[in-house]
């Protein structure tokens, strides 16, 4: 089971602690804060005992969404919850009446690019250098999904 909440200034060291386990060059703490005080759209996802096993943080632009962060703790990768948290934003994007979703990936993250493909996202271009590297920068990877087009596609 996961249950979505809303994030909050509580969540945080936790939230923190599983940025820093899952990435090399994780958001800081002062990330996450900013985040909440711009008001962004922010969630854990919790197991049935309240434990967070992941989060996402969404961004509003007029008519788009820009998902900033989705992240799944090491330990519970690979179970389909980031694919739950997606589908949680995909469908939450939707009722904000946003057109498209974007976000940017690492290049060498192949496992999330493959989710984002399987959910329908589509590459739009490539950021050069745009990410931290253990050797200088890396490329990210800007993908979309264009919400009209999905909508049209769960009709067929």
Same mark, same amino acid.
């Given at each position: 089971? /996961? ?32 985040? /909440?005080?711009? @008001? ?13 096993? @992941? ?6 632009? &007029? ?9 799944? +703790?090491?330990? &519970?990768?690979?179970? @389909?919850?980031?694919?739950? *948290? #997606? ?13 498209? *979703?974007? %976000?940017?990936?690492?290049? +060498? ?6 989710? =984002? ?7 739009? +271009? *490539?950021?050069? @250098?745009? =990410? ?9 990877? /800007?993908?979309? #999904?264009?919400? +009209? &087009? %999905? ?6």
């Amino acid at each position: 089971m /996961l249950l979505p909440r809303a994030m909050l200034d509580e969540d945080l060291h936790e939230v923190h602690a599983i940025e820093k386990a899952a990435n090399r060059f994780p958001w800081s703490l002062k990330n996450f804060t900013d985040s /909440l005080d711009s @008001g962004h759209y922010a969630w854990v996802y919790c197991d049935s005992f309240d434990v967070v096993i @992941g989060y996402a943080i969404i961004q509003l632009v &007029m008519d788009e969404a820009h998902l900033l962060n989705l992240c799944v +703790s090491p330990e &519970m990768q690979g179970k @389909g919850y980031g694919r739950r *948290i #997606l589908e949680h934003v995909i469908d939450y994007s939707k009722t904000r009446s946003a057109n498209l *979703i974007v %976000l940017e990936v690492r290049r +060498s993250n192949q496992r999330a690019q493959n989710l =984002y493909l399987q959910m329908g996202f589509n590459e739009m +271009s *490539i950021r050069r @250098g745009y =990410y931290p590297a253990e050797q200088g920068r890396e490329d990210a990877i /800007l993908m979309g #999904l264009d919400l +009209s &087009m %999905l909508s049209l596609f769960n009709e067929l």
